[in-house]
């Protein structure tokens, strides 16, 4: 495993050799990509230097900001692997900041796409591009949404990263295998068996055992703005589909066992159609 204890950055030379060795141990290069200025260009938010590596989706300005990635959840196998995947790139770097909000979440950070001057191509997107990331279903721009996921189903088809050494997506089928990923991100693929509403839950079933199995839950606030994208849950029947956000469970009556996994669809980009029966 690369060395890459120190979360604030040490002087400019060792660091990037560092980072570099480690890009190379990992199978990362960045690499250039076709232009996304046609495809994917929010309003600029600002500028800023890279002054620390936070985690494999976070860094810190200069001027004390932080900086979350939108739009991708990391894929390394560890957070010394993610860390070192994102210092490659932007370690001591100035950047541009894009986006349609600048205001902080809760937790002080602030969500943009990133790219390094001279780039018309996000950092996120070379992140996907190089099979290091996963894209997140938490973006309101449609079109760099589709941009990115383009570039991931480009990455999984060459085998990139993680989709080289990962058995990265989820069988519905096997619940216990999604059930170990608790409270982590996921990407899961089946075919929908049934359809079925409770109170104002709609659940999307991929096995017989309505406790047992893997299902998809949509909130009934959801169902309209699924229902515009033309993924009414009921039309979703016998469809293969996949689907990725974060793997939860629920405790049984009374304290007993906990019940098959579950993810909630929130947002239209959790979930894709795949095929037809």
């Known amino acids: 495993m690369c060395e890459h204890a120190a979360m604030v950055l040490p002087a400019p030379t060792a660091r990037l050799q560092r980072v570099r060795s480690c890009a190379i141990a990992f199978g990362f290069v960045v690499v250039a990509t076709p232009s996304w ?11 800023g230097h890279v002054a620390e590596i936070i985690d494999g989706r976070s860094f810190r300005l200069d001027d004390g900001r932080e900086i979350r990635l939108a739009g991708i959840e990391p894929a390394g196998a560890t957070k010394a692997d993610r860390i070192s995947v994102l210092a490659a790139i932007l370690a001591d770097h100035d950047v541009t900041l894009r986006g349609t909000d600048d205001a902080p979440d809760r937790y002080g950070r602030q969500s943009a796409f990133v790219y390094l001057h001279a780039s018309d191509t996000p950092v996120q997107g070379q992140l996907v591009s190089a099979g290091s990331a996963l894209v997140s279903p938490d973006l309101e721009d449609g079109d760099c949404a589709a941009a990115l996921r383009a570039a991931e189903s480009e990455a999984r088809q060459a085998q990139k990263g993680t989709w080289a050494v990962n058995h990265v997506i989820k069988n519905a089928e096997s619940a216990d295998d ?63 589909i996949r689907v990725r956000g974060w793997v939860e469970a629920r405790q049984g009556p009374n304290q007993g066992p906990m019940q098959g996994p579950r993810i909630d669809a929130l947002r239209v980009g959790q979930i894709e159609v795949l095929g037809g029966n």
């Open 178 to 240: 999604i059930l170990a990923g608790i409270g982590r991100f996921a990407v899961v693929e089946g075919r929908v068996l049934s359809v079925h509403q409770s109170g104002a839950t709609t659940y999307l079933n991929f096995g017989r055992s309505w406790t047992r199995d893997f299902a998809v839950t949509i909130p009934r606030r959801a169902l309209t703005a699924f229902a515009q994208a033309g993924l009414a849950p009921k039309s979703l029947e016998n469809k293969r």
């Open 37 to 47: 200025a046609a495809s994917c260009a929010p309003p600029e938010l600002g500028e």
